[in-house]
């Protein structure tokens, strides 16, 4: 997408089941990618929020985020409960269990590095090793609480 006319253009799909979703239900890319960048700065579960707001495509970035104000009261639109779902593209599915503070940090830390957040908080991957071998690659100085005040 081209950066001009937004604030903070651009966003890493890094769940494409939920991307597979809201496509299935007839959004367009645009589109979808504002509402899963508004699903994950909402603390909505891109997964079953996209299943929630698959059967109504929209197009008006504010009718998106109203649908995702929406989504926040929903039960079946939360964080992950380690619950298995009745539903899922690829048949029923167990989120990873974790906090919503340990889901926060696994998608900061997967945005900055690249890599998809489910992985991180399912493979055991240990994100300060990651930031310190980036960090040397790069130059740079970068741990958990760096990449928090980039958010």
């Not at 937004?6 to 979808?32: I, N, R, T």
């Not at 891109?46 to 299943?51: M, S």
């Not at 992985?119 to 300060?128: E, V, Y």
């Amino acid at each position: 997408m081209e950066p001009e006319g937004v604030e903070e253009p651009g966003m890493l799909v890094a769940d494409a089941p939920a991307a597979l979703w809201l496509k299935s239900g007839g959004w367009d890319a645009e589109p979808a990618c504002r509402a899963l960048e508004a699903m994950a700065r909402a603390g909505v579960d891109l997964l079953r929020g996209a299943r929630e707001l698959s059967a109504n495509p929209l197009d008006d970035p504010s009718a998106i985020s109203a649908a995702v104000r929406e989504l926040k009261g929903s039960e079946h639109a939360g964080w992950p409960s380690g619950e298995p779902l009745e539903y899922g593209l690829f048949g029923p599915w167990v989120p990873p269990l974790g906090s919503q503070d340990e889901w926060l940090a696994a998608n900061r830390a997967g945005y900055v590095l690249g890599i998809c957040p489910t992985l991180i908080m399912t493979g055991g991957i240990d994100t300060a090793a990651l930031f310190q071998l980036c960090g040397s690659a790069a130059g740079l100085e970068m741990d958990s609480s760096s990449v928090d005040g980039m958010f």
